[in-house]
Every structure is written in C-alpha cells, then in structure tokens.
C-alpha cells in the first residue's frame, strides 16, 4: 500500500513540475505584436496663417487747396493711367490770384533787370543792387505760389490704377488735404499675413511662402518684401508676400487664402509615436523595444499628446529603435514575439 502511494505522489509532483514548466513557457511566449522603426529625428516645419490679398498700393487721393469739387473725371472700378485727369475744383478764385499777381511780378523784374544792368556799369549803388534782388526774389516766391495753387486745383493720376472709391460728389466743398477718393495699383497684388511674436522672432529662419487659392491647383511660390516691425493691438506683425508675375490668373485684391510657412530643416532630439505605444508604470511613461524577437521596457519621457492620436518624445528614444505600437499593455520583460507583416499595397484587405 505504501508503495502504491509513493508511486502515486511521485506522479503528482511529475504533473505539476510539467504544467509549471508549461505555464512559464507560455507566458514568455507572446503572440503577435505591431512594430515601427523611429525615423530621423530631422525635421521640417511648417506653419500656415491665413491671408488677404492686398494692393501693392493704395492711395487716398485729395487735393493741395481748398475750394469746390467741381467736377470728377473718373468712376468706382474704373482703370485710370499715368497723368490722366480725374478730379478739378472750381479754379476761379485762384485764377484772380494769380491775374493780380501776376504784372506786379513782371513790373519788378523788370525794375530788378534795369537796376542789375546799373549796377554791372558801376552806376546802382550796392544797397540799390541788393534792394532789387531781395524785391525780385519776393515777388517771385509770390508768383509761383500763385502758379502752383491755380495747378492744384486739377488731379492727375499718380500711377497706373483702379478708383476703389469715390468719396464725394459735385459740388461738393473739401479743405485741403481731405480725400476725395481711393486708388489702388493695377500691378501684381500682394499677399498679407499676420504672425505673432514667435514667428517673427524666426522668420530669418523661413526656407520658402507658398499660397494656395481655391482657383488654382498648385501652390505658388511667394516672396517676402517687408515686415512690419511694429506689432498691432492684437500683438501680431504684418508680412508682405509678392506674387511671381508668371502666374496665368491674377487673383483680385480682398480675396482669402492659406499661406505655408516652411522652415529650414532643424535636428532634434524629439521624436513622434504613436500614442498606442506608451504605457505606465509607477506614474512613469514606458515603450516596449523590440529586438531579436523579444521586448523590453523602456522609459521615456513625453512632452505632449496630439488629437490626431500621436505623441512627442523628448527623451528615451533614437533613430532606428523599433517599438511595439500596439497590444503593448499584455507584455511582458523578455518574452517572445512575432512582429506583424506590414500590408501589401496590393493586397487589400489582408486576405493573402
């Protein structure tokens, strides 16, 4: 009988040494697992900021003196040339001026002229040659001003443009300097962006603009012609962009789009994972290192957490690491897995 029992314990014990054996192969076998290889940890970034399109200029037209709109040559959207007339005030009060002016101008210089002609004969004493010369110079001054207040009482156009707007009608009575109308250039428009101090800090760094409209498939190419180094009441800087003149449709001042930042490539020490890859430990951030078809824990140290499912590594990790991205919580030190094969591009679906 106790024979029987010896045999029987030594079978039991046989049992249980085999399942333990059994138990902690199977857990140091896992199953399969998604890996991915970290990437250079050189990047490029971008930034996009919306954007106006903008005259390159525009101009609010008035006139020198004051007096009677009386008449404007131009209307809103109109295209207007170089020199052409596009306003006139009534001219008559300076016209009189000037008529007043003008034969006690030509009677000085005439005196002036008799007395110079004395004074190269030795006759006109110096105090006589210096009164004439004073006079003349006087009398001058005065003519011209009232020559120059008669022209001023017509507009021409600065520069090739468009009337954005007209302010008033005839006749309508306007001082000095108050606009009577807006101009804007009829060249190539500019595009406008507003950055904020972060940006403008690092717009040196800036490898190239691009903008992108609703009307054309591509992004165009821009370059950057001025900065405003005066921050508004929002505390952001403007930025003009210039369009290339090669571009078969131009787009009209007031229009919207997107303009694409890109920086000069930086290295970092930053790395981007998914965010299915970390686990915790001890309040501490983990990923699993696969190698020689095992894994290992790995602390690293996270700086942020994106929507789009991603996370931003600082530390732990470098170029050529492979990581486990998914089933990450069932892991185990050292034990045993089979990477998954990356889908074919012709195999959809996974079938084959």
């Given at each position: 009988?106790?024979?029987?029992?010896?045999?029987?314990?030594?079978?039991?014990?046989?049992?249980?040494?085999?399942?333990?054996?059994?138990?902690?192969?199977?857990?140091?076998?896992?199953?399969?697992?998604?890996?991915?290889?970290?990437?250079?940890?050189?990047?490029?970034?971008?930034?996009?900021?919306?954007?106006?399109?903008?005259?390159?200029?525009?101009?609010?037209?008035?006139?020198?003196?004051?007096?009677?709109?009386?008449?404007?040559?131009?209307?809103?959207?109109?295209?207007?040339?170089?020199?052409?007339?596009?306003?006139?005030?009534?001219?008559?009060?300076?016209?009189?001026?000037?008529?007043?002016?003008?034969?006690?101008?030509?009677?000085?210089?005439?005196?002036?002229?008799?007395?110079?002609?004395?004074?190269?004969?030795?006759?006109?004493?110096?105090?006589?040659?210096?009164?004439?010369?004073?006079?003349?110079?006087?009398?001058?001054?005065?003519?011209?001003?009232?020559?120059?207040?008669?022209?001023?009482?017509?507009?021409?156009?600065?520069?090739?443009?468009?009337?954005?707007?007209?302010?008033?009608?005839?006749?309508?009575?306007?001082?000095?300097?108050?606009?009577?109308?807006?101009?804007?250039?009829?060249?190539?428009?500019?595009?406008?962006?507003?950055?904020?101090?972060?940006?403008?800090?690092?717009?040196?760094?800036?490898?190239?603009?691009?903008?992108?409209?609703?009307?054309?498939?591509?992004?165009?190419?821009?370059?950057?012609?001025?900065?405003?180094?005066?921050?508004?009441?929002?505390?952001?800087?403007?930025?003009?962009?210039?369009?290339?003149?090669?571009?078969?449709?131009?787009?009209?001042?007031?229009?919207?789009?997107?303009?694409?930042?890109?920086?000069?490539?930086?290295?970092?020490?930053?790395?981007?994972i998914p965010a299915s890859a970390l686990f915790s430990h001890n309040d501490k951030s983990y990923v699993w290192i696969y190698k020689n078809e095992v894994v290992e824990p790995r602390q690293v140290i996270v700086s942020s957490l994106h929507l789009n499912g991603t996370a931003t590594i600082t530390e732990g990790l470098v170029y050529g690491d492979i990581i486990v991205t998914a089933g990450v919580k069932n892991l185990k030190n050292?034990?045993?897995?089979?990477?998954?094969?990356?889908?074919?591009?012709?195999?959809?679906?996974?079938?084959?």
């Amino acid at each position: 009988m106790k024979k029987v029992l010896f045999k029987l314990c030594i079978v039991v014990v046989t049992m249980g040494l085999s399942s333990c054996h059994n138990d902690q192969k199977a857990t140091n076998e896992g199953g399969w697992v998604k890996i991915d290889t970290i990437k250079s940890s050189t990047y490029q970034e971008i930034l996009q900021f919306p954007a106006k399109i903008k005259a390159s200029q525009e101009v609010n037209i008035a006139f020198k003196v004051s007096g009677t709109l009386q008449r404007l040559y131009v209307r809103e959207g109109q295209y207007i040339k170089q020199g052409e007339l596009i306003a006139q005030m009534d001219s008559r009060d300076y016209e009189l001026q000037l008529q007043a002016v003008e034969p006690e101008y030509f009677g000085i210089k005439a005196e002036a002229e008799r007395v110079f002609a004395l004074y190269a004969d030795s006759v006109a004493t110096p105090s006589d040659y210096d009164k004439a010369r004073y006079g003349l110079q006087q009398i001058t001054a005065k003519y011209e001003n009232a020559k120059n207040q008669l022209a001023d009482t017509k507009i021409y156009a600065p520069f090739n443009c468009f009337v954005k707007t007209c302010l008033f009608d005839p006749p309508t009575i306007v001082s000095a300097g108050m606009p009577i109308m807006t101009v804007i250039s009829s060249d190539m428009p500019e595009v406008e962006i507003y950055v904020p101090a972060s940006t403008y800090q690092r717009l040196a760094d800036v490898e190239s603009f691009s903008v992108k409209f609703d009307f054309h498939d591509e992004p165009i190419a821009l370059t950057m012609v001025s900065v405003s180094p005066n921050a508004n009441a929002n505390q952001l800087y403007s930025v003009r962009l210039t369009l290339p003149d090669s571009i078969k449709v131009k787009p009209t001042v007031g229009m919207s789009a997107m303009v694409n930042a890109t920086f000069k490539n930086q290295n970092s020490s930053e790395v981007t994972i998914p965010a299915s890859a970390l686990f915790s430990h001890n309040d501490k951030s983990y990923v699993w290192i696969y190698k020689n078809e095992v894994v290992e824990p790995r602390q690293v140290i996270v700086s942020s957490l994106h929507l789009n499912g991603t996370a931003t590594i600082t530390e732990g990790l470098v170029y050529g690491d492979i990581i486990v991205t998914a089933g990450v919580k069932n892991l185990k030190n050292n034990q045993k897995v089979k990477p998954l094969q990356s889908k074919s591009a012709t195999n959809i679906g996974g079938m084959l």
